[in-house]
């Protein structure tokens, strides 16, 4: 028998909010992350914008010894892990035994501001002032390494790197992780922190970013007939997964419940789709087929959306393909409209508003939909949140290098 696993805690650092509470309702109102680029000199670059977090302090998570020796990346993982422990009530080390608590945290690109930093250090100063915290900073799996020093959680514990599916491989991994009895709680999520002069102008040379310097706070515009890119997003997400004995034995709360997983690869290109997103439509498949649900039961899809050309299209093609008769009375939206795309961190952080979206019966909307693309023919809930029961939904990720990963997720039902 499977075990069943349950959702106890959300804790997220995003380009509209640095809770869950105050990006939730960021999404609600409709705001936009969107904004001239502040972390450094953006004025020579092709493109100048970006969702940067706004106002983030790690002092609130760290002390200022773990600040100075952890790249960014890591600082937003902790910030949403501590936040995510502490919505759970487990944060004080009690209500789990350590050796049955795990940590998966993904990342795209891991600590690329420190890479940049280091090398420029590496030009100017010559290789003995290289820092020696410069590899343990740099490494993608850190943040999953000083989550679980902070809790003493001594189980299963990895980084997933499949560029922006990385978190949902995170999550799915630690619900399989789960099932098959290797943890009891797993602290699970994504973090990325790749605002940076090398990281904007590799996206922006091989042409996957939006150009619209005039207009950042609507530049991402996933389904909108004139998007022309995606735009670079930042921060953390993580939540804490747990054995549902396990999590009623201690009175948690329980937001919802992750009923299945399905994770596939294209075979096809390094960062294009196959015609119909065939691979997503197997992952998607996957995922209710290991939740035993069907089509008519999917609700609502948080689609990957990321307001590409090629990608939009071709993921509605996919998730109508699956649900077929029933994909017309789905909704489908992409939060990526407000937060923009926060690669490795994507899945999580979209994990959170999916479940939110279950607990509270509201679809988050895909902002700054102004002329839908005929091709985008499904109910992409455009600009204004909807009101209905949503009882069970779909996540979907995708990356560069053809990982797709879908997890579907339910109303918790006792």
């Known amino acids: 028998m499977k075990r069943r696993v349950v959702i106890t805690g959300l804790g997220c650092v ?12 960021a999404l609600l109102d409709g705001k936009s992350g969107g ?30 010894k773990e600040i100075k020796r952890s790249d960014l990346y890591t600082q937003y993982a902790m910030a949403a892990a501590v936040q995510a422990m502490h919505d759970a009530g487990l944060a004080d080390g009690k209500g789990f035994v350590p ?16 890479f940049e930093a280091q090398h420029h250090v590496l030009e100017t100063e010559g290789a003995g002032r290289i820092s020696p915290f ?53 602290i699970a999520g994504g973090s990325e922190a790749a605002v940076t002069a090398m990281s904007i ?63 596939t690869g294209d075979a096809y290109h390094l960062t294009g789709q196959p015609e119909n997103h065939e691979g997503l439509q197997r992952a998607m498949r996957r995922a209710l ?25 071709n993921e509605i093609r996919a998730i109508r393909a699956v649900l077929g008769a029933h994909a017309a009375g789905a909704n489908v939206s992409s939060t990526k409209s407000s937060t923009g795309h926060m690669l490795g961190a994507a899945g999580a952080v979209e994990t959170i508003f999916t479940t939110l979206a279950i607990t509270h019966g509201i679809v988050p909307p895909t902002i700054n939909l102004q002329s839908p693309d005929p091709e985008c023919d499904l109910d992409c809930t455009a600009n204004t949140p909807v009101k209905r029961t ?23 039902r006792g």
């Not at 493109?47 to 609130?60: N, Q, S, T, W």
């Not at 035993?292 to 307001?307: D, F, I, K, M, R």
């Open 14 to 25: 995003t380009p509209v909010g640095n809770d869950v509470g105050s990006s939730w309702q």
């Open 134 to 186: 410069f590899i343990p900073m740099f490494i993608s799996d850190i943040a999953s390494g000083v989550v679980s020093m902070r809790f003493g959680a001594k189980g299963p514990n990895f980084c997933t790197v499949s560029a922006c599916a990385s978190s949902g491989h995170a999550i799915g991994m630690s619900f399989r992780t789960i099932q098959y009895g290797d943890a009891d709680v797993m």
């Open 390 to 412: 949503i009882n069970a939904a779909l996540n979907n990720s995708s990356g560069f290098g053809g990982h797709n990963t879908s997890i579907a997720i339910t109303r918790f």
């Open 99 to 114: 050796e049955r608590c795990g940590v998966v945290i993904g990342s795209g690109i891991g600590g690329i501001n420190t």
């Open 201 to 263: 102008s590799g996206f922006a040379n091989m042409q996957a970013l939006s150009t619209r310097n005039d207009d950042p706070a609507r530049a991402s515009r996933p389904f909108d007939v004139t998007r022309d890119g995606f735009v670079m997003g930042e921060g953390g997400g993580v939540v804490i997964l747990e054995e549902l004995e396990h999590a009623k034995a201690r009175g948690a709360r329980i937001y919802g419940e992750i009923a299945g997983f399905g994770m």
């Open 35 to 64: 904004a001239l680029i502040t972390h450094f000199d953006a004025s020579d670059l092709k493109v100048k914008f970006a969702c940067e977090l706004k106002g983030f302090d790690p002092a609130l998570y760290m002390d200022r």
């Open 289 to 313: 087929e290991d939740g035993g649900l069907t089509p008519a039961e999917v609700q609502y899809v948080n689609a990957h959306g990321t307001s590409t050309p090629l990608n939009d299209p």
